[in-house]
């Protein structure tokens, strides 16, 4: 276990830096983790504590003492668990850590856009008071909010909404049954719902699963909320039910792109609500997936097998 070395991000919460320092491992701190940065400067290290950017089999390769991957959060589209058990290295991630916050988050976006918070609020800093008249908020209850994919985040968005006296409904195709909400079919749940939350993982067979179709079955006062994953919609389709109030509003705080780069059309909508990234962005949270992230490093160089692993490395 000594003399290894893991390589992290510069901006990893303090918690996840001790815990590996407290195992006997050495870290190398990486302002930029882009494949090519890391060859350059961890070539011989033992495990990556990766967060969004892509890292290839190939790459892993090239690094002869490359054991593990801990994805930084619980998303792994940008890592091949498959190629990476084939390169003999484990992918882990932290399921745990981020629904509760994601969930809040999740609520927050869909208050602050059913009132129109931030817009009203940024109009009113520039001294116009007369904006919220035109642009007046919705009432939550007795409306149909619609959650897609109902594992743990999409869960707590029901448990955590359950309050606020609207009616749930929920498509899953992996989900029998339920105690909270009803279970409907993806057709109902579009063209039924006022407030649409996307809580699913991206899979080849919905990657930019909701695009025109979709927005042209929605209600014309609908609203999208993803905080999820950019690629579980056609952005550009988005930006024209937007543009041409096809829906009514949305809040996104994840892109094709990220971050949005400043020329995109979507900062010059007032029906959309643009966060960058910021689900899982609160201290708790950073820290408690930086823990899990290192605890997985820790278990894997110690030779034992990780908690929350997506592939399975074959032994040497």
Known sequence: MMNQTVVIPKGLSQAGKDYLKNHGLATIELADLREE???????????????????????AKKMPN????????????????????QAGVWVTITPNANAST???????EILDLSKNLTAISTHMRQGDFDYKGQHMGFDLSGKKLGIMGFGRIGRMVAQKVSGLGMDILI???????????????????FKAADVITLHMAVTPENTNGIGQKE????????V???LGRGALVDQPALLTALKTGEIGGAALDVFDEEPLPLSSEFYTLNNVLLTPHIASNTQECMSRMAVDAASEVVRVLN??????PVNHPAKD
């Open 171 to 189: 498509y899953d195709p992996f989900v029998k049954q339920t105690d909270i909400g009803r279970l409907v079919d993806r057709e109902t749940l």
């Open 303 to 308: 030779g034992d097998q990780p908690q929350w």
């Open 224 to 226: 999208l909320i993803n």
């Open 66 to 85: 490359l054991k593990v991957v801990a994805r930084h959060g619980v998303g792994y589209d940008n890592v091949d668990p498959a190629t990476m058990a």
């Open 37 to 59: 940065n890391i060859l350059a400067q961890a070539p011989a290290a033992a495990g990556i504590v990766l967060m969004m950017d892509p890292f290839s089999a190939a790459t």
């Open 215 to 222: 927005f042209a079955a929605m209600k014309k006062q609908a």
């Open 102 to 108: 994601v969930a809040e988050t999740t609520l927050a």
